[in-house]
């Protein structure tokens, strides 16, 4: 199994920016890849990003491509995405999520970490 405990969320004006963490913890040896989704009021859950946990490739939403940026760091497990030119539509609340080798669908999430863009 994996834990997942985000934090960093917050209240930040548009055009500000935001550091979300994303610690992971126990049998990390079995993990593909950690995902960021999030979900806005009366909307569906979306993807955000990703990144492969062993090195590789990293792939973003449409709606989030050239302002966000994940990173990991695998010495202290943790998981960062980097939040810039934030929009009100950004506002939702952000989970991270671990996809295990040889599964197709993310089967552990965090608790969630609100992120509200408003002035």
């Known amino acids: 199994q994996v834990q997942l405990v985000e934090s960093g969320g917050d209240l930040v004006q548009p055009g500000g920016s935001l550091r979300l963490s994303c610690a992971a913890s126990g049998a990390m040896s079995t993990v593909f890849a950690i995902g960021w989704f999030r979900q806005a009021p009366g909307k569906n859950r979306e993807f955000v990003a990703d990144?492969?946990?062993?090195?590789?490739?990293?792939d973003y939403s449409d709606s989030v491509k050239g302002r966000f940026a994940i990173s990991r760091d695998n010495s202290d497990n943790t998981v960062t995405l980097q939040m810039n030119s934030l929009k009100p539509d950004d506002t939702a609340i952000y989970y991270c999520?671990?996809?295990?080798?040889?599964?197709?669908?993310?089967?552990?999430w965090g608790q969630g970490t609100q992120v509200t863009v408003a002035s």
């Open positions: 999520a671990a996809r295990l080798n040889g599964r197709g669908t993310y089967d552990y």
């Open positions: 990144t492969r946990w062993n090195g590789g490739r990293s």
